[in-house]
């Protein structure tokens, strides 16, 4: 199998990177790339679905460790920007963090994404796709003040995502493609789709700021009460 190359010469490839500003790196951009609000606005929309389905069903999803107590004050747009510039990881790093969070929910079928756990997987997420793919990032407990988790938190959490994945980090050339090309798909789609009843997983494939990076803290769930 051809696993992800950035420097690979399909045509495909570089119309997706120009599309979604994929190129450069993180630190290379004066403004936020393209493929964070494309990615926010498809997450969004299944935390939605999924919020109205838990509500007409009245069903309990499960709780893992991914779980707050209550949703975070940013939305997952703003999340996402935060990230994005404390971290000055390649965006491409952000197509792969969405693969991640595909293989973790489908991996659980009772554990939906939603407002509660969407935050946490994805500095989780980010983190270890900066990891796999550029050549330097930083150390967990700086994404731990970036993402407003402890560093032991972030450590569990890593962890959590890295068996539940079966340490399946490495994404084909195809699938990145897909990934890609279902994010413009469903990114437009989200914004006239009126949200069915059923739960929804990830559908489609199998310089700083002067803030300080320790607002925005995430409330933590106690482990005790995760099943």
Same mark, same amino acid.
């Given at each position: 199998?051809?696993?992800?190359?950035?420097?690979?010469?399909?045509?495909?490839?570089?119309?997706?990177?120009?599309?979604?500003?994929?190129?450069?790196?993180?630190?290379?951009?004066?403004?936020?790339?393209?493929?964070?609000?494309?990615?926010?606005?498809?997450?969004?929309?299944?935390?939605?679905?999924?919020?109205?389905?838990?509500?007409?069903?009245?069903?309990?999803?499960? @709780?893992?460790?991914? #779980?707050?107590?209550?949703?975070? =004050?940013?939305?997952?747009? /703003?999340?996402?920007?935060?990230?994005? $510039?404390?971290?000055?990881?390649?965006?491409?790093?952000?197509?792969?963090?969405?693969?991640?969070?595909?293989?973790?929910?489908?991996?659980?079928?009772?554990?939906?994404?939603?407002?509660?756990?969407?935050?946490?997987?994805?500095?989780?997420?980010?983190?270890?796709?900066?990891?796999?793919?550029?050549?330097?990032?930083?150390?967990?407990?700086?994404?731990?003040?970036?993402?407003?988790?402890?560093?032991?938190?972030?450590?569990?959490?890593?962890?959590?995502? @890295?068996?539940?994945? #079966?340490?399946?980090?490495?994404? =084909?050339?195809?699938?990145? /493609?897909?990934?890609?090309?279902?994010? $413009?798909?469903?990114?437009?789609?989200?914004?006239?789709?009126?949200?069915?009843?059923?739960?929804?997983?990830?559908?489609?494939?199998?310089?700083?700021?002067?803030?300080?990076?320790?607002?925005?803290?995430?409330?933590?769930?106690?482990?005790?009460?995760?099943?």
């Amino acid at each position: 199998m051809e696993y992800l190359a950035l420097d690979s010469d399909s045509d495909f490839l570089m119309e997706s990177y120009s599309s979604l500003d994929l190129n450069g790196l993180g630190k290379g951009f004066s403004e936020c790339p393209r493929v964070l609000s494309v990615l926010s606005s498809v997450l969004e929309g299944t935390v939605l679905k999924n919020a109205i389905a838990l509500d007409v069903t009245k069903k309990q999803k499960r @709780l893992t460790i991914f #779980d707050g107590l209550r949703p975070p =004050s940013l939305c997952i747009r /703003q999340y996402l920007e935060r990230i994005f $510039e404390y971290s000055s990881c390649s965006p491409s790093c952000f197509i792969l963090a969405y693969i991640y969070m595909d293989r973790f929910i489908h991996q659980q079928p009772e554990v939906p994404l939603t407002s509660l756990n969407v935050h946490r997987l994805l500095i989780t997420s980010v983190m270890v796709a900066a990891k796999f793919i550029d050549d330097a990032f930083f150390d967990n407990a700086y994404y731990a003040k970036v993402g407003g988790v402890s560093t032991t938190e972030i450590n569990r959490l890593e962890l959590e995502l @890295l068996f539940t994945l #079966d340490f399946r980090l490495q994404v =084909s050339i195809v699938a990145f /493609q897909t990934c890609c090309a279902h994010l $413009e798909k469903e990114a437009g789609g989200y914004q006239i789709e009126r949200p069915p009843v059923k739960l929804c997983k990830l559908r489609g494939v199998a310089a700083r700021k002067k803030e300080d990076p320790n607002d925005h803290a995430l409330v933590r769930i106690n482990r005790c009460n995760a099943v």
